[in-house]
């Protein structure tokens, strides 16, 4: 046993703890939760399987590319909102669990704490997005290579309005169940955003209310590099408000939280 | 040796609630220096404020009043720095990081920070390094919570409760290495139940009830002050009016040829029998912690402010 550590060569962490080694720790960890690996790799992929490959969507075009691609991007956004959203609400599921009282005792800053929550998070939408992309491939979605890119960036920058929203739902659900939640109103919402039914073969009432309903705004911009003939103003408009509104209910129970640890 | 104490409180209240009406002060008015090297038991019954206090010197919360110093400074900044650390009772842990990964994932925010191989060996789980969190027992949980408060090697160590759930042999393994790094001059205070520890691991005891600190002293010091001592000696017709006039003489008892004084002072006892009078055989005998922990902390006729953080670190 060596003797104690000076005190003064003690020091703190450099960006606030934030390093790659902890993200790693963290993505091995979300990795071995299965439910988490088929809600967001594996569901995914098989809706698109199920709905995507008729005979008639491969041939009929959407924009620049086939319905198979219309509906491989939407999927795509799908699976990367349940990642998004499910890394979001983590936050306020290890605060119940006391490990982040546990982080406390540690010089991790709350913020490189949530940074880098929301970076896992990203991570595995992006690995989402990915997945279902070459499943797609694989499976007759045609569409030009930089317009398949365009599609998953701003897919991929979009998702995280739905990180924001984790964190908020978080914090607001019980958290012990928060994706039992989360997980069937993320499917009404991409529903009701038009994720998985094209508006127009909406009703006009529903296809109204679906313009303002936050699945909306991130699956109209991500496909929008297909060409889509949607209105690009309107979802902008869409994400930007969203995008507002989860954040300012995030930062608002974060703030009132932090008052207690 | 720094002169720096490890621990200042001045004058520290804290209140939950607002003013007026249900207003709890779970610490109502603490002075409390602790010296570097000291190991200090933490005492007192739930809600008497333990718990809030803690919080304060790990700047896990702020006091309504007075100041919290720890070696010279913020709270806050002393964790930062790895020079406290702590082991709280239950939560914190997530079930599945492994029991290595956890401490890999804390090893990584300290600078410099003890190996991974040498905590786990020290708290006697380098055996179960890959077993997730979740599938350890409660004992083996709480060894990984001593784990992870070893990474900084910090110079004060404070344990809420720390050998909840370990069986003897664990219980004993972590007083040894508690002791082990007392020496080195590692500051220890902690919080516990079993009065036994207290009186066998600390030097000094602090006992807490309503907020306040009622008795502060060496294990010795505590009993004696709340159940005094007996002093017995053989002394056939003894000078009972002179005995009586003794300070700190509470009651005497003539039992055949014996006498038996009850005294908050068993050594003017002890020097007046042995240099004023013919009395021989003298035998002083303490009342054990647990007689003065009810004495000091017992008065259960007033209502004890709710200590509200109780549940989350206790």
């Known amino acids: 046993m060596s003797t104690m550590i000076d005190s003064t060569t003690r020091t703190v962490p450099p960006f606030g703890g934030f390093s790659g080694r902890i993200l790693g720790l963290e993505l091995r960890r979300l990795l071995r939760n299965k439910r988490a690996v088929i809600f967001t790799l594996v569901m995914p992929s098989v809706f698109f399987l199920l709905f995507g490959t008729d005979g008639d969507y491969k041939t009929e075009s959407a924009g620049h590319g086939n319905v198979t691609a219309w509906i491989m991007v939407s999927m795509a956004v799908y699976g990367a909102m349940i990642a998004t959203t499910s890394g979001g609400a983590m936050v306020a599921t290890e605060r119940a669990l006391g490990w982040s009282r546990q982080l406390r005792l540690t010089p991790l800053h709350p913020v490189a704490y949530v940074a880098i929550k929301t970076l896992v998070a990203m991570t595995m939408g992006l690995v989402a997005i990915v997945v279902v992309f070459i499943v797609g491939s694989l499976w007759g979605a045609e569409l030009p290579m930089w317009r398949l890119l365009l599609c998953g960036l701003v897919g991929w920058a979009t998702s995280l309005v739905f990180a924001a929203l984790g964190l908020f739902m978080g914090y607001l659900l019980p958290s012990d169940n928060v994706m039992q939640i989360l997980g069937p109103s993320l499917a009404i919402l991409s529903f009701a955003g038009g994720l998985f039914i094209p508006l127009d073969q909406m009703g006009d009432v529903f296809a109204t209310i679906a313009k303002f309903t936050p699945a909306y705004g991130v699956g109209v911009l991500s496909r929008a590099p297909l060409g889509d003939d949607q209105s690009v103003l309107l979802g902008v408009v869409n994400v930007l408000a969203w995008a507002a509104v989860f954040i300012a209910g995030a930062a608002w129970r974060m703030s009132r939280d932090t008052q207690r640890v | ?314």
């Open chain 2, 1 to 314: 040796m720094n002169t720096t104490p490890a621990v200042r409180l001045t004058g520290v209240t804290k209140h939950f609630g607002s003013k007026g009406l249900g207003q709890v002060r779970a610490v109502d008015g603490i002075d409390l220096t602790i010296a570097p090297g000291e190991v200090v038991a933490f005492l007192g019954p739930n809600g008497a404020g333990k718990t809030t206090t803690v919080d304060m010197l790990l700047g896990l919360s702020r006091p309504t009043g007075g100041d919290v110093e720890v070696f010279g400074g913020d709270p806050r900044r002393a964790v930062s720095l790895g020079r406290i650390a702590a082991v709280m009772q239950t939560g914190g842990l997530l079930k599945d990081f492994t029991v290595r990964e956890t401490v890999e994932f804390t090893a990584s925010l300290f600078r410099p920070a003890r190996p991974v191989d040498e905590v786990l060996e020290r708290a006697g789980i380098v055996d179960i390094g890959d077993r997730l969190v979740g599938k350890a027992s409660g004992g083996q949980q709480q060894r990984l919570r001593f784990a992870l408060a070893l990474l900084s090697d910090p110079d004060l160590l404070v344990l809420d409760e720390p050998t909840t759930g370990m069986d003897v042999q664990g219980r004993r393994d972590f007083w040894s290495a508690i002791r082990d790094d007392a020496r080195r001059g590692r500051t220890t205070l902690f919080a516990t139940h079993y009065l036994e520890e207290a009186d066998a691991y600390a030097d000094r005891i602090v006992l807490m009830r309503q907020g306040r600190i009622v008795a502060d002293g060496t294990a010795a010091e505590i009993k004696a002050m709340a159940a005094g001592r007996s002093v017995r000696a053989t002394w056939p017709d003894p000078d009972t009016a002179a005995l009586t006039a003794l300070p700190g003489v509470d009651a005497i008892d003539v039992r055949g040829d014996s006498v038996l004084i009850h005294t908050g002072d068993s050594d003017a006892v002890a020097r007046y029998l042995l240099t004023h009078t013919p009395a021989r055989d003298l035998e002083v005998t303490g009342r054990n912690l647990e007689d003065a922990f009810v004495a000091l902390t017992g008065d259960d006729d007033v209502s004890e402010p709710t200590d509200e953080h109780e549940g989350a670190l206790a």
